[in-house]
């Protein structure tokens, strides 16, 4: 019997991610189940305007390197709910 994943629904019955994501996570809105797609479309997005900005496409790989470092920062500054405070 094969896992039951979201990408093995899809497969056998042929629906589109995000409906088979709304239909086992209906608390979970469309921009969640969307997420996947705005982030590579806004990454590549970054890229290509920093690279364009500045000529060089390092400094456009950076971009990505410096949201990540962002991310990291705020992840890090996030209070861990199962602790009593």
């Known amino acids: 019997m094969p896992e039951l994943t979201i990408p093995t629904i899809c497969a056998a019955s042929g ?42 496409a390092s400094f456009g790989v950076l971009s990505i390197a410096i949201l990540l470092v962002v991310a990291l920062v705020f992840l890090t500054l996030q209070k861990d709910p199962t602790k009593t405070a």
Request: with cysteine.
């Open 15 to 56: 629906e589109p991610p995000a409906r088979v994501a709304r239909r086992f996570f209906p608390t979970c809105s469309p921009l969640h189940a969307d997420w996947n797609k705005t982030a590579s479309i806004l990454g590549t997005f970054l890229v290509a305007t920093t690279t364009s900005l500045t000529g060089n």
